[in-house]
Each structure stands twice: as C-alpha cells, then as structure tokens.
DNA sequence: GCGGCTTTTGGCAGCGCTGCCAATCCGGTT
DNA sequence: AACCGGATTGGCAGCGCTGCCAAAAGCCGC
C-alpha cells in the first residue's frame, strides 16, 4: 500500500502517469470523470493508484483549477460549548459532505474580533464560501467577506441585513411568541435569567421581543438576571436561586435557553417548588432532554440541524438568498 | 478596502509587489516575517496590503513551501451530536488557533468505511496531522494514515495499540473503577444501560471494564438493556423504565453515559423511586448538568477538552507519543 | 574614496495539478 | 487506399507562492 516511496516525498500525479504508462493529463482526467477516457486508461490508472497509494494533492488541484478551491468552506461559529454549534455544523457537515466540500472552522468565543481574524485566516484558503453566525460583525469582516470573492451565508438569526445569503429564524419573534405564550398562560409577574448579553446578541434579541410582546399585554418584566460566563445547568440553577430569594413572588422565568431552564428546574426540585404552580419555566432551543424531563420543559424548537442544512445548499445549488426555517412553540408542562 | 479589482480576479502578491514598488520576494519575507527585510520595505508592503485588501493565498503558499500544508489539521470524529466530541474539538481548536492551524472536521458516523474515505479526503488537503478518534480502524485507514507523512494522533481511547501518537485515557479503567465504586457502595443487583454497543466501540470498553470489575468482587452484570440509536435522555429514560419493568429487583444501574442517566433520573423522578435508595444510578462522561442535579449525579469525569489541546500539542511541539489523562470519579449523589 | 563585510533585494525555478490545444487514433466512408 | 469526424491523448503553460542564489546596497574603517 505505502509502496517504496523515498520517505520525503509523497506519491504525485506524474508518478501515477509514469507508473501506468498514461500522460499526465490523462490521469488527471481519469479521476475527476471529467472529460472522456477509454477504459483501458482507466483501468491502467486505477490500478497505478492503488499500487503506489496515491492520493490527491487538492491543493495543487485548488490552485490550478479555475475558480481557486471550491472544495473548502470556512465555517465560524462563537462557540462548540452550546449545543446549537455542533447542531449546526452537523447539519452542514452532513448536506456539504456529499458534495465533497469539508469545513474549516474556527471558533471566535463571541469576539467580533476574533470572529474577523478568523475569517481573514479562513478566506486565505480560498473557500468556496464563507459561513458566520449570526448578522453582527465587525466593518472589517463584512469588508474581507465582500472582497473575498465567496458566497457568504449567515447563520441562525433574521434579524437584520445580511451581507448574502440568510439562513435562520427570527429570534425577536421566538421571544415575542414566548412571551405570548406565558401571558396567556395568565403568568404576569415574570421575570427573565440569562447569561451574559453582551457577548449573546441572539439572546439579546429574544429578550427584547420578549419584553415587547410583554408591554403589548400590558405587562413589563419583574426583574432580569444576567448571570457572568456561557449558559450552564449550574448557572441557571445558582441564578434562578438568586433569583427567587430577591423575588419571591414571581409566577414564572423566561430563560435564556434550555440549559438554563434545566437549571432552574434542578433549583425547584430542590428547593420543593411546584412547576409550574409555584413557578413557571419556559425555556428555548427544544434540546433532547426538554422531552425526557418528569414535566415535559416548556420551549421553542429551533431548526438548528436545517439551517445547517440549507446553508449548505446555499452554496451548492444557488438556493434563494433568504431563508427563514421558523420554529417551534412547544408547550410542555412547565409553564 | 476591495480595492478597484476586476472581480474575476483577487489580489495577489504580485499585486502587493507592484503597488509598493518592491519585488514579489520581498512581500513574501516582509509578510512571513522570515528572512531579514528593511523598516521601508516593511511599511510600503504593510501599506500597498492595505490598499489593497491582500488576503494570502495559503493554497498556493501551502504547495510551494516544503512539507506541503503544515497549516491544516484533518479532525475526524463519529459524531457531533455527544457533547463529548464538540468538546473535544474545542480543546483542539483553542490550542491550534495560536499556532495558526485550522481544523478541517470530519464526521464519521460511527462508521468505518466514512472514516476511511474521510481520512483520505482530508489527507488530500495535505493536513499537518490527522487527528482520529479511537484506536480501532480499518486496515485502509491505517495505511492511508501511515503513508500520509502526517503526523497521527488517536484521541480519547488508550487501550490498545495506536498507529502514532495516542492521547487518552483508559476506557476500561473507567468501567472498572465504577464498577468498584457500585460494589463498595454495596450495591449488588447492577445492570447496564446503553445505546448502541456496535457502534460506540469505546462504551462497549468501559462496559467490559466493568464486568471485569464486577467479576472479580464475585458479582456480575444481572441485566443489560441496549437502547438502539444515539445516547439521550429520552432513550435513557425509557430505557430505565424499561429495564425495571422487566428486573425490579435491580438496585443500581450503570449508564452508557451522563445523557442517558439523566433521563434515568428523570424516570425515577417521574416514578417516585427514591434515588440511590431505591435505585442507583451512575453515570459517565462528567457533564455540566451532572453537578447541577438535585442529587449531584454519580459519574466520571473525562479530560475531554485537555484531550484535545494535549493532541494540539502532539502536533505542534513533538510532545510525548502516548499521553493517559487519567479521568475523576465523582461521587455524587445517586450512587 | 576604496576595499571588505553584512544586510537587503529581486529574479526565477518549481511545488502538483488542471485547462487548453494540437496531435493521434479509431472506425467507418467514399 | 485515401479520407473524415469524433473520441482519446499528451505536452506544456501557468495557478500564487516560497526557496535559492546572485546582485545590489549599505556600512565600516582606513
């Protein structure tokens, strides 16, 4: 398999031609399927390829071909430690697979900066496109992106201009559709836990629908409790309890998302609360635990894995430039 | 920033070279830092790639250089659906990032044959490394890794063999030392609850571990429920479930991990059984929820994030060729 | 102002592959 | 037997960059 390979230098395309005794570039032909070969060709190549264990260097491929590599796309998301980015790129991975692109990815831990470093990093191997997260980014990056010559597709949120193509839902109208559901489950005094804002913009934006959607029922929220560092169980359990002792007399907590609602269900078994009678949770994601809890958790399914979906057929097959998935209400039993 | 180009065509560093009134040398020293250049020459480049909105062409830069692109690394893991592998790549990623290596991800499924198609698509991009998961692989994937020139790192799993260099822990140690830890709690009638054995190679290890363990306190396994599919916490609670139905006899149950015990938990909570006194549960991987639980869950927690920056290392700094990180057992409360 | 030295510089080949084009081959015609 | 159109083939330039090397520039002391 190996073959006799001096140790330094890789098996190349010439040694595939010599080997079978083709030209090169009828090899090359050969095994892109790409143009016409006769079968005796195609089996001598074959045969010189698995003799000598050649494998393609695409990066010769990438720069000889025409439109530099397509085979590539770079992917940034803020973070692998939530859920929603390993969901994402596992729709992305899966759909860009068959296509035989392969994802480079970086991870920018919700630093516009970072985020921009990244994609100059990314876009210097010639992507076939560019994938980001959200609509927030630094001038620097939109500017790289424009100039890069890729598609760009944007993930998750709707809310806003995107610099291309759009891929996600509308994260204002997941808050306003929670808050709804919670005012005519007759909650009023409702109160909102989540992990930092500032870095969160998504979360930032359900909040704000969330409060909207509250002031159309004439409602405003109790108090708000932003808890440092990502979201976590721990953090939503440690933050529903601070919470509640500042405010005992809330009737339900909006949470930034399903780990944190967890959390805050964890801090109500513990402390012997009645869900929702004492307190309601709603949360947001529709995580696979959300279903298996005693009371079914109260939240909003994301189409995470098909927005990984169809952002990749965006830069396959030229899908339309703005896509909304939607989501889910799903009302459990815990608020 | 995007410069007047005609939009066919990007940037090059003939482009930088011509604006800034040097020679094409010259930018690549300037731009790599490498070879010693002149305060002038540093400012006209640093300028005219300004002007410009020059973004390398790694591509190009990967194949002229020496040993082909030592700025990628080929990732390739069964899944992105267990947080274990997310995290694991998160590690990765982080360490890599300051080197400036990106991870080029694959996704296996579990399966052999997409491993070994996938380790040859990533070697075509000429990685620095190939970063695999689990020590068990085809006979193809291991020629290909070997023939590659590439460094070969096998995360997560220590038992056995690797090809090159292996970062891990030992899986049936793990079962082992739970399996003791049940034992010494006094819990005799214990069962194991799983998802797809075929599959998950390295859960079947912690399990042998475990009956070993079991075996040698005289005991042994007194039933075993296999949940077809992915680990979750639906399957585990409808596999707790399931499983008493059928043994109600049993006193403790060992997870195939922290996901699925946690739906064990919830059905005991949705039962009224109290936990561990009616039931133990135990569980595997140490996630963040595990700590959160009413009851802290009884598990072990894995290096998953040092796996991977100490697999970074292997491939930066020619760092040792076998690295066990060991793992904690965490008492908890269920078990 | 001139060697002799180091620093800085530019030209150019070539990394492995693909696209283009001209050459060759094949089978059937005329 | 010479001829024709399409299928098949190989040669070679060139993708954008880096490494090498020789040339040029700068610097020192005399």
Chains 1, 2 share one sequence.
């Not at 005796?40 to 074959?46: D, G, I, Q």
């Not at 980001?132 to 598609?151: C, D, F, I, Q, Y």
């Not at 509640?244 to 339900?252: E, G, K, N, T, V």
Request: proline content about 5%; charged content about 20%; overall charge neutral.
């Amino acid at each position: 398999m190996d073959g006799i390979q001096p140790p330094g230098r890789l098996v190349t395309l010439t040694d595939v031609a010599r080997e079978a005794g083709v030209g090169e570039s009828t090899v090359s032909r050969v095994l892109r399927n790409h143009g016409s070969s006769s079968k005796r060709a195609r089996e001598r190549v074959a045969e010189a390829v698995a003799r000598l264990g050649y494998v393609p260097n695409r990066l010769a491929g990438s720069l000889a071909g025409p439109g530099a590599s397509a085979q590539l796309a770079g992917v940034i998301v803020p973070s692998l430690a939530n859920v929603v980015f390993p969901d994402l790129l596992r729709g992305l991975t899966g759909a860009l697979d068959a296509a035989g692109i392969r994802c480079v990815i970086g991870v920018s831990d919700y630093d516009p900066d970072r985020e921009e470093a990244l994609a100059a990093a990314l876009l210097s191997w010639r992507p076939a496109a560019l994938l980001l997260t959200g609509l927030e980014h630094n001038p620097g990056t939109v500017a790289l992106a424009r100039a890069g010559g890729v598609r760009v597709v944007e993930m998750i949120d709707t809310d806003g201009a995107g610099i291309d193509a759009v891929v996600g839902f509308s994260n204002r109208a997941v808050g306003a559709a929670s808050a709804r559901h919670l005012v005519a489950r007759g909650y009023r005094r409702i109160a909102y836990l989540g992990h930092d804002l500032r870095v969160d913009l998504r979360a930032g934006k359900r909040l704000a629908g969330f409060e909207a959607a509250l002031g159309e029922a004439g409602l405003a929220l109790q108090a708000q409790e932003i808890r440092p560092g990502p979201s976590s169980p721990g953090s939503g359990r440690a933050g529903l309890e601070a919470l509640l002792a500042r405010h005992p007399d809330l009737d339900a907590v909006y949470f930034s998302n399903d780990d944190m609602a967890l959390g805050g269900y964890f801090a109500c078994l513990a402390a012997g609360l009645a869900v929702p009678g004492r307190i309601a949770l709603f949360g947001f994601n529709g995580l696979d635990f959300a279903a298996a809890m005693p009371q079914p958790l109260s939240t909003v399914r994301t189409p995470r894995l098909e927005i990984g979906r169809q952002a990749a057929a965006c830069l396959i097959g030229e899908g339309p430039k703005r896509i909304d998935l939607g989501f889910e209400l799903i009302e459990g039993a815990t608020a």
